[in-house]
């Protein structure tokens, strides 16, 4: 329990612009004893030093390393303070938390289409890549967004479209 009321440092090992206003980070844990798992569907809970803290979803699931990432889109204060956040900083990091939410189990070996727009992407991402790890599972994604500039995770869509179908779908503006 007290992995999830008090924060663990955690470093940003890399970030970039991904995105309208969105940035994305990869972190990784400073103890490499940190025994840190998740699931598709949960959250974990950020803080910037001298700042509060903030909740946000899983891009991709902690690997063996302990490292995650985060598609983070600035709002607020908080974020505007994490974008001025480089490579090799310290945070905190409390989580996960949630039930996670995907029911990867009753996915398995389904037919399964992902739709999604904008900044919604990310929520999916790691439910994507369990999938894609299952053989068995048939997946396809339906991603738009108002601009090309604004659609989010090209690395990832990249990596996904050589292995399932992928509609991307950008607003024309016309009304």
């Known amino acids: 329990?007290?992995?999830?009321?008090?924060?663990?440092?955690?470093?940003?090992?890399?970030?970039?612009?991904?995105?309208?206003?969105?940035?994305?980070?990869?972190?990784?844990?400073?103890?490499?004893?940190?025994?840190?798992?998740?699931?598709?569907?949960q959250f974990f809970n950020?803080?910037?030093?001298?700042?509060?803290?903030?909740?946000?979803?899983?891009?991709?699931?902690?690997?063996?390393?302990?490292?995650?990432?985060?598609?983070?889109?600035?709002?607020?204060?908080?974020?505007?303070?994490?974008?001025?956040?480089?490579?090799?900083?310290?945070?905190?990091?409390?989580?996960?938390?949630g039930n996670g939410g995907w029911p990867m189990a009753q996915l398995h070996g389904k037919r399964v289409l992902f739709l999604a727009v904008g900044c919604g992407l990310p929520p999916l991402a790691s439910a994507i890549d369990t999938l894609l790890a299952d053989s068995k599972s048939s997946i396809a994604l339906l991603y738009g967004a108002r601009t090309a500039h604004a659609q989010v995770l090209k690395r990832e869509r990249a990596a996904w479209g050589k292995v399932m179908p992928i509609i991307d779908s950008v607003d024309s503006g016309s009304g």
């Open 1 to 41: 329990m007290k992995g999830l009321l008090t924060p663990h440092a955690i470093r940003i090992v890399d970030l970039y612009d991904d995105g309208e206003a969105c940035r994305h980070f990869t972190f990784k844990p400073v103890d490499p004893n940190l025994q840190h798992t998740a699931r598709p569907g």
């Open 46 to 97: 950020l803080t910037v030093p001298g700042h509060s803290e903030a909740a946000f979803t899983y891009l991709s699931l902690p690997d063996a390393e302990g490292c995650f990432d985060a598609l983070i889109r600035t709002v607020g204060k908080l974020t505007a303070a994490l974008f001025e956040c480089k490579k090799g900083d310290l945070l905190g990091f409390r989580g996960p938390f």
